[in-house]
C-alpha cells in the first residue's frame, strides 16, 4: 500500500548527541516536510523539499539538518545545537501543486532527550 | 500575528449530538486553501476536508461540513452526530498560494465525546 512511513516510533537520545529521523514515502510525492509538534503548540515546519537535492527552511530550522538525495526519502537530523529536541515529529507529503491536494502524514517519531 | 486561530483549547460534546469547531485566518492572499486534520492519541494526521477561497459552496465530506465565511475569515469544522471515535486533537490549517506552498496549522482543539 502506498503511504509514508516513519521509523523509528520513539526514540532516545542523550544529550550532545545527534540523531536523525527517517522518512520514507512511496506515493511519488515530489514535495516532502517536517514539522515538530509540542504540546499546545501545534504543528511548526521545520524544513520542507519540493524537488531532490534543494531544499528551505522552514519557522524552526535552528539545530536542524536534511537531505533529500532520492525523492523517496526525506531524512531529518536533530543536531547537539537543537536546545530543547524533545517532542513528536510529523513527515509529510504531497503530490502535484495544487492548491487543494491535501498532505499526506507519518505515523511520527516521538524523540526524547534522556 | 498567528496565522490560523483555533480559540477553543478543550470541547465537549455528547454522542449522536453536533459540534463546532472554531477556526478563523488571516491572509491577504486571494487564492489559498484551508484544510481540517484529526489527531487521534496514536499520533497520525488523518485528513478531513478541504475548502478552497473561490469556492461558493460549503465543503461536505460525510458528517463533516466547514462553515466558511470568507468575509469573516472564518472556516468552522461542523461535525454531525458525533461519535465515541471522534475524540481527538483536530487542527485547522491554511495553504497561501499555489505550488508546494506549505500548510500553516493552528494550536488544535481538543475534542471529547462522552456516551
Known amino acids: 500500500d502506498g503511504g509514508i512511513t516513519q521509523s523509528p516510533k520513539y526514540l532516545f537520545r542523550k544529550e550532545g548527541q545527534n540523531v536523525t529521523l527517517s522518512c520514507e514515502q512511496n506515493?511519488?510525492?515530489?514535495?516532502m516536510y517536517w514539522y515538530r509538534q509540542d504540546p499546545g503548540q501545534g504543528l511548526r515546519l521545520i524544513y520542507y523539499s519540493q524537488i531532490v537535492n534543494d531544499f528551505q527552511k522552514g519557522d524552526i530550522a535552528e539545530g536542524y539538518s536534511v537531505s533529500r538525495e532520492k525523492k523517496e526519502s526525506f531524512p531529518l537530523t536533530v543536531t547537539s545545537a537543537q536546545k530543547n529536541p524533545t517532542a513528536f515529529y510529523l513527515c509529510a507529503s504531497r503530490g502535484q501543486g495544487v492548491l487543494n491536494t491535501e498532505a499526506f502524514f507519518g505515523q511520527g517519531t516521538r524523540l526524547t532527550v534522556v | 500575528a498567528q496565522k490560523i486561530t483555533q480559540t477553543q483549547p478543550g470541547m465537549f460534546v455528547q454522542e449522536k449530538e453536533a459540534v463546532t469547531l472554531d477556526c478563523t485566518y488571516d491572509t491577504s492572499d486571494q487564492s489559498y486553501g484551508l484544510f481540517w486534520y484529526k489527531q487521534p492519541s496514536s499520533g497520525e494526521m488523518i485528513f478531513l476536508i478541504y475548502?478552497?477561497?473561490?469556492?461558493?459552496q460549503n465543503a461536505t465530506e460525510g458528517r463533516y461540513s466547514l462553515n466558511f465565511q470568507k468575509a469573516r475569515k472564518s472556516a468552522n469544522l461542523v461535525i454531525s452526530a458525533s461519535q465515541l471515535g471522534d475524540s481527538a486533537m483536530y487542527f485547522c490549517?491554511?495553504?497561501?498560494?499555489?505550488?508546494?506552498?506549505?500548510?500553516?496549522f493552528g494550536k488544535g482543539t481538543m475534542l471529547l465525546v462522552s456516551p
Open positions: 490549517a491554511m495553504r497561501e498560494g499555489g505550488g508546494y506552498s506549505t500548510l500553516t
Open positions: 506515493l511519488n510525492h515530489d514535495a
Open positions: 475548502q478552497g477561497s473561490y469556492d461558493e
